[in-house]
């Protein structure tokens, strides 16, 4: 009885079952981890993107018509502006360039041509039965627009042809008036860009983009230049859908660029 437990238990026997124990909690330990990636991979997934793009947009800036009213003793008085811009096209390039998903820049460069339409009247109707007195005046004003700005970029949800974006940033629009343009007839006004759009892939260094921005900023008034206009400077939203062609400098990740070499 004794020889035969000290054949099953000998210590040959014993140190090869425990290297067999050991060596298969091992096997299970490292199954068990490799399916996650580690922090630094996906990191890694990402690289550094830069692209160019020429687009067209559409200038669309609702007129405003704010109104004012005054009433005492003596009568009401009335004072209504209008400050409206005619529609128009004009051209955008922008450089953009993408570090992390949550970071990146667009440095936009456009240029619009329309024509700034000003009105101002005013009215007085007395208390006392008396005709009323208006006053009225209008004019227009040709200008070039140009856009320097600085926005910050941020990727939404994409597929592989498909990528989302939005941007928000500021930057400068300087107003040159068509008419006995000059140095000093440029006005300058403070810009706040923001919008979204989508990309879309026609191959690995071309693209589509359609985005809608939108231009905050104070309206010229040329006050010096053209004294006879009633001009005004009021806030104003100019919306400028826009369509572009985009050619790509680097894709988005390694994992795409593997994917391109393959298909």
């Not at 990636?37 to 830069?50: L, W, Y």
Request: proline share 6%.
């Amino acid at each position: 009885m004794q020889k035969q437990l000290g054949s099953r238990f000998s210590p040959t026997r014993v140190l090869t079952l425990t290297t067999c124990f050991l060596a298969m909690a091992g096997v299970k330990s490292s199954a068990g981890q490799s399916p996650t990636p580690s922090t630094a991979q996906k990191k890694s997934n990402f690289t550094t993107t830069t692209d160019v793009s020429l687009g067209v947009f559409g200038q669309l800036t609702p007129t405003r018509i704010p109104t004012s009213t005054t009433t005492d003793a003596i009568g009401t008085y009335v004072q209504q502006t209008t400050q409206g811009t005619s529609a128009s096209a004009g051209v955008l390039g922008v450089v953009h360039q993408q570090f992390r998903p949550w970071l990146g820049y667009n440095a936009n460069f456009g240029y619009s041509r329309f024509t700034e339409n000003y009105s101002m009247g005013a009215s007085s109707i007395p208390t006392a039965p008396i005709h009323p007195v208006g006053l009225f005046s209008q004019g227009s004003i040709g200008t070039n627009m140009y856009e320097l700005s600085v926005a910050s970029v941020v990727q939404g949800p994409h597929t592989k042809r498909f990528s989302t974006f939005a941007q928000l940033g500021g930057g400068v629009l300087s107003f040159l008036p068509t008419q006995r343009p000059g140095p000093t007839s440029v006005d300058f006004r403070a810009l706040m860009v923001f919008g979204t759009g989508v990309n879309y892939k026609l191959s690995q260094r071309l693209g589509v983009r359609a985005e809608y921005r939108g231009l905050f900023y104070k309206s010229p008034d040329f006050q010096a230049q053209n004294s006879g206009v009633p001009v005004s400077k009021l806030f104003t939203v100019t919306n400028a859908p826009t369509v572009s062609i985009v050619y790509s400098f680097g894709s988005g990740s390694k994992r795409e660029k593997a994917n391109a070499v393959v298909h």
